[in-house]
């Protein structure tokens, strides 16, 4: 089976189930330069192979070590690791820190990570149901939660993993970020990839299924329904993207609108300030509200000059990426 970068959990899960044996590295905490956040992980077999990163690379041959070590007494163990500026440099650091991590081996004896539990996580991935990973790192007790448990409810909504005030790792799972493109023209040729590169889910939604061809989209997933109702079928949350790109307010509407009465973070629609400014009457008159109409970017992207598809694929990615962390223009 394939499986993407970013999908280290399925991947261990794949190695044990093998026979391979497979252990899991989790970053804990870091100070100094971090390439790899708190929560980023790391898939070791049995056999010395790695996907996911915890580091750099400056630490990564140590923590193949101590997996294979942990796999032999099944034993999960913390390490803490200090990168000298000189080390960090050669693998492209600015500067030298600290990081601390958890390797578990999966294993169904305790104190192991369960395989039960790690294919309880796969399935929550999978359903795109967010879920966490809550490890005690003195007694290796570990539980699953939900974004409804309400000592967790802030971590899920920053996305982000660590240390909570008693001391246990929380490891996120939220559902894969998506990006919904609305319209197969040149500008969503370059942006497809470039989103699943930088981590998301892309989907292709266009009708016209001469314009949304394999041949011209190779490998990327199509939806073929009108968009209004690709949208209800995939379903909008926060943690989805939606751009339109064709330019015809009979495919681009519809999706607006289904958009803006969702919770996607980012909604970001082609076209020039005239078009923004007729397309606003429309929706004006389909009954939206201007505090609805203001969660719009248009025209997409950041302006930075972009004149080529691949360029303004480049300023729309960016404008993503700037609405999802938060940054200010």
Same mark, same amino acid.
């Given at each position: 089976?394939?499986?993407? +970068?970013d999908?280290i959990?399925?991947?261990?899960l794949?190695w +044990?189930?093998d026979?391979? *044996?497979?252990?899991?590295?989790?970053?804990?905490e870091?100070w100094? =330069?971090a390439p790899?956040q708190?929560?980023s992980?790391l898939?070791?077999?049995g056999d010395g192979?790695i &996907?996911?990163s915890?580091?750099g690379?400056c630490?990564?041959?140590?923590?193949?070590?101590?997996a294979?070590?942990?796999l032999?007494?099944?034993?999960?163990r913390?390490?803490e %690791?200090?990168v !000298?500026?000189?080390?960090?440099?050669e693998?492209g650091?600015? @500067? *030298?820190?600290?990081?601390?991590?958890?390797v578990? #081996?999966?294993?169904?004896?305790?104190?192991?990570l =369960?395989p %039960?539990m790690?294919?309880?996580i796969?399935?929550?991935?999978?359903a795109?149901?967010?879920?966490? @990973?809550v490890?005690d790192l003195?007694t290796w007790a570990?539980?699953?939660a939900? #974004?409804? $448990?309400?000592k967790?409810a802030?971590q899920?909504?920053? $996305?982000?993993s660590g240390?909570?005030?008693? /001391?246990?790792?929380v490891?996120l799972h939220n559902?894969?970020l998506?990006?919904?493109v609305? /319209?197969a023209? +040149?500008?969503?040729?370059?942006?497809?990839? &470039?989103?699943?590169?930088? /981590?998301?889910d892309?989907?292709?939604?266009d009708?016209?299924?001469a %314009?949304?061809?394999?041949?011209r %989209?190779?490998g990327e997933t199509?939806?073929h329904?009108?968009?209004d109702?690709a949208l209800?079928?995939?379903g909008?949350?926060?943690? !989805?993207?939606?751009?339109t790109l064709?330019h015809?307010s009979?495919l681009d509407?519809p999706?607006?609108i289904?958009a803006?009465? =969702?919770d996607?973070?980012?909604?970001g629609?082609?076209g !020039?300030?005239r078009? +923004?400014?007729?397309?606003?009457?429309?929706?004006?008159?389909?009954?939206?509200?201007?505090?609805?109409?203001?969660?719009?970017h248009a025209?997409? /992207?950041?302006?930075i *000059?972009?004149?080529t598809?691949?360029e303004?694929?480049?300023?729309?990615?960016?404008?993503i990426t700037?609405?999802?962390r938060g940054?200010?223009?």
């Open positions: 089976m394939t499986y993407r +970068h999908q959990p399925e991947i261990a794949g +044990h189930k026979g391979r *044996g497979a252990a899991l590295a989790t970053v804990i870091t100094g =330069s790899r708190a929560g992980q898939a070791i077999s192979e &996907m996911g915890v580091s690379g630490v990564e041959g140590a923590v193949v070590m101590d294979l070590d942990a032999r007494d099944g034993t999960p913390v390490l %690791f200090g !000298s500026d000189d080390t960090a440099f693998v650091l600015a @500067c *030298g820190g600290t990081i601390r991590i958890l578990e #081996p999966v294993a169904d004896a305790a104190p192991a =369960s %039960f790690l294919a309880d796969v399935a929550a991935r999978a795109r149901r967010a879920v966490a @990973c490890t003195t570990r539980w699953l939900g #974004p409804n $448990d309400s967790l802030a899920f909504r920053a $996305d982000r240390l909570n005030n008693a /001391g246990q790792l490891t559902p894969p998506r990006l919904i609305i /319209g023209v +040149h500008i969503a040729q370059a942006l497809l990839p &470039m989103a699943r590169l930088a /981590g998301y892309p989907v292709l939604v009708p016209r299924e %314009f949304g061809a394999q041949a %989209f190779p199509i939806n329904d009108w968009p109702e209800a079928t995939l909008l949350d926060a943690r !989805s993207a939606v751009v064709t015809d009979k509407d999706a607006i289904a803006l009465q =969702s996607v973070f980012y909604l629609c082609l !020039s300030t078009t +923004h400014a007729k397309r606003l009457e429309r929706l004006r008159a389909a009954g939206l509200e201007d505090a609805q109409l203001a969660r719009i025209p997409v /992207g950041l302006n *000059g972009a004149r598809p691949a303004i694929a480049v300023a729309t990615l960016a404008q700037q609405a999802l940054a200010r223009a």
